[in-house]
């Protein structure tokens, strides 16, 4: 549908009213360096609005609203991430009041990677998080499977328990889980974390499993076995394309909601030796030299490869975590 | 007949051979918990003093559901997931429609939305803590950063900022649910942009909305980083989870935590069912 000139130009108005009263703002009441961060997002504003009113009557598709609707999504995922990048690099006397960096340090990053606690803590949640997702994507692939292409005699209830314990605050059963270990004498051990993590991946393995069984084209499969094809050959023409690449993102998303877990840590473990880094971050910051510059840096260290992986397999993953419906 | 019983037994084969293993390990991690759960929670046991452990029946819950400082809690804890998941919910309405549109370099203007789900929730809450109470926003707005206000607006500030990029997503499929055909045949028709909106696209997309909400709610409900961050600024104010993170793990009073969770359980529960029903969340399998 093509954007109406009307909807263009009043999209361009806000724009421009938007722009102008980030800039006026700016420099009536923001102080220092930041001032010109403001600008520059009013300077944008401004500059959508003038495109916004020369491409008015242009046939081309393009919709003003949907641009600024992304300029503000960009500004509200970059600042705070800037912001975290400005807590990370700034010299620890006192928590720097500008949101753009200055006076950039980038020996934190150093001393996260050398710091023993936090490579500690890290390796903990690596171990945790990769076993419980192994353990549970054996079994919640098939289950998937079999919830959604086999007649299961109650599979609304299993469903529906699946998704209950993803839902639910795991916190309350950790307390009687956390006796439990004590009972058994393992409270303190790092692989023990493996159990209540699998709280966490199984449920959502399943259901993200569930989620993409849904999405394959099944038939496809019927037809490529209907021309005669091998198992292999099935495999290769239908498997590959259409299932592997969904369990690698299924498999990436449930590591990923694994280790980011705090809860488990905080509850389930004593000392430094067995703790997960989110739980090292939250509860034994202190014990870290210049500790938010550290939290910040470690958020951001992390960040990297989960982007990385995420953007690996965009379309999938969108998917996947969009179409839970 | 014969073939048609001979095809369903075939896919009924199998079925449950695949799907027990899950339950099985799901069912012994949780609900073992939960019943050493219930079976503490008949006593006073607490980590302090281990042999002081007596029978006292259902007082520990009589205790809970009686107290204020739990109640207060809850309500607490209700206005808090109220309010961010209105606002995460509208965040996310803007920007899953401005996506639907933007069509250029589409998987990767997406993939912006899961920058703050890649964040790790203890560096967001955080981060926002930081910068809402000793960082950029008093200096920007003018305001002191210590007091109950900023703690709160920081909790609230980290879980909509966490939680924006999910529930875009979830709109954004839903969105993607509206037959543009019919949309186009409104437009025809003469239909205002409001009356498309009203009678069209929500109605295509109530499904969306429906599970956004449940997922956003009973996510917030549980968030736990942000009100532990914040709790030293906001004595009086605790979430659910927060009291029962001091009850067991701070005060150690295992008992009466232990039918602490098992309330706080029962009350997610009803909490889930209620919205579910109200917003006729669609059974999926």
Redesign the interface.
Known sequence: MNPTIRSRVIASATAFVLGFGVANYGILRVPGRDRWLWFAVAIVLMITSVIGVLIADSRRRVSMWAVLGVEMLAVFTLLPLLWTFTLATSAETATTQSLLPSDVQWSVFGDVLSSDSIRQAATTSALVSLIATVVSMLVAVPAAYALVRRRVRGRRVVYFFFVAVLLAPLIALAGPLGDQLRTFGVFGSRFVLVVPTLMITLPLATWLGVTLMRGIPWTLRDSVRADGATRWQTFRTFALPMVVPGLLAITLITFIAAYNDAVIGATLTAGDESRTLPATLLLAAEQLEQPSAAVAATGLLWLIPVLLVLLALPRRTIRLLGRTY | MTSRAAR?RR??K??????A???I???A??L???G??VK?SLSTESLTTPDDTTFVGADNYVEVVTSLDWWVAVAFTMVFVAGVVVVQLL?AA??A??????TIIA??????????F???????A???R??IT???A?????YTGDGQVSALASMAAAEV?RG???TT??L???LARVP?SL??SA?ADGATPRQRLTRIVLPAAA??V??AV??RS??A??A??GP??AEPSLPRLRTA?LL??DT??TSFE?GL??A???V??AL??LL?VMLMLLLR?????
Do not use: C, K, N, Q
């Open positions: 369903r896919t009924t199998g079925g449950w051979v695949l799907v293993p899950a339950v390990v799901l069912a991690v949780t073992w918990p939960l050493r759960a503490t965040l803007g920007f429609a401005a996506l639907r549109r933007i998987p990767y203007t997406r993939v912006l939305v899961l920058v703050p890649a964040l790790m929730a203890t560096v967001v955080f981060v926002w930081e910068g000793v960082g950029f008093p200096s920007w707005f003018h900022w924006t990029g999910i997503l979830i954004l499929a839903g543009p949309l186009e437009v499904p969306a429906a599970v449940v997922y009973l996510d409900f549980r736990f980083e532990l961050l989870p029962l993170w067991t793990f295992i935590g232990a602490m969770s098992v706080l359980l997610v529960g889930g969340v669609r059974r999926v399998v």
